[in-house]
């Protein structure tokens, strides 16, 4: 069977866990050669979908497909998959563990040793190669980890939060390290809950929530769609032309005016009203939406800190 272009497919996915359902009827695609983020509030989905991307679970309704087929160990030779719950054999030398791991993913232990040691060094971890993980910090451990996850150099990259518990300069390390190999043509999904850093970097967005899609797109199309309904103004003269049926109220946001608009405003009816006014209009933008404001637009402002969980279940990061 054929991908036709998708490195995978979820069609009317189910899962449940008792009677909590943990995904809820999701369908999702993610071309080759994109990064997608599938987003949304802990506890709406995320874990449990990748978990079933890469046949450890398997859904209860629908069907999965990894490279046009069902998620066997072959194909799932082909990705780097880093969970959330993050795991390292704490006793081992940090070039033994990621020469390991290469092993097992069909590297040759030369040549694992090999690209550990240039991974080791290019994050920064050199001089503890010869150390045992158990005595790096838990920041340096996921650093370890991402290396065993990338070093068979796959074709899918599969990221479950990956930037939880990392500073900010190593958060930018791996972000940089993510756009280098979508630009060696890798596919990379990878979920958060961090509207900002997938803002960063993805091509297409999923936002699910409370266990179903809320959203999928590009995200530049979503943006322009989205893109609407704020108008940003800098000007000279006088201000009266600010008001009219269009506008709903105005704004004072660090040091700028912003023009909240009715909705179906026609915002060039303001900039006309302007000119007439004999104002010097300096800028007059419509303001692209954030990514968190249009998750929070679609799926409700209750929806970002709802898990969706009953309570008092026990089902770790659904």
Not at 3 to 26: C, E, M, P, Q, Y
């Amino acid at each position: 069977m054929s991908d036709n272009g998708f490195a995978i497919r979820l069609r009317g996915v189910t899962k449940r866990f008792g009677k909590h359902t943990a995904v809820d009827g999701f369908d999702f695609e993610v071309p080759r050669g994109v990064i997608c983020g599938l987003l949304g509030p802990n506890g709406s989905g995320k874990t449990t979908s990748i978990r079933m991307i890469m046949g450890i679970l398997h859904p209860d309704e629908g069907t999965v497909e990894l490279f046009g087929e069902d998620p066997d160990k072959t194909r799932r030779e082909k990705v780097g998959y880093l969970p959330e719950e993050r795991g390292v054999y704490k006793k081992m030398k940090c070039i033994e563990l990621v020469t390991f791991l290469a092993e097992i993913r069909g590297v040759r232990r030369s040549e694992g040793r090999r690209r550990g040691g240039e991974w080791l060094e290019r994050l920064g971890l050199s001089e503890w190669a010869d150390k045992k993980v158990e005595d790096l910090s838990k920041g340096m451990q996921q650093k370890i980890q991402f290396v065993g996850t990338v070093i068979h150099e796959p074709e899918l990259l599969i990221l479950d939060e990956p930037f939880s518990g990392l500073d900010p300069i190593n958060q930018d390390v791996l972000e940089e390290i993510v756009r280098d190999f979508h630009a060696k043509g890798t596919t990379i999904l990878f979920s958060t809950h961090l509207m900002d850093q997938a803002e960063r970097l993805c091509e297409r967005v999923c936002l699910i929530s409370r266990s179903r899609k809320v959203l999928d797109a590009n995200l530049r199309d979503l943006k322009a769609a989205e893109r609407k309904g704020l108008v940003a103004v800098e000007f000279h003269g006088p201000d009266q032309w600010l008001a009219g049926p269009e506008v709903d109220h105005v704004e004072h946001v660090n040091g700028e005016v912003h023009l909240v608009l009715r909705e179906g405003a026609d915002h060039q009816a303001i900039l006309r009203r302007g000119v007439e006014s004999g104002a010097e209009i300096l800028r007059f933008d419509l303001v692209e939406p954030r990514l968190h404001e249009i998750f929070v637009r679609h799926a409700g402002a209750d929806a970002v800190g709802d898990a969706g969980l009953p309570q008092g279940a026990n089902l770790g990061e659904v």
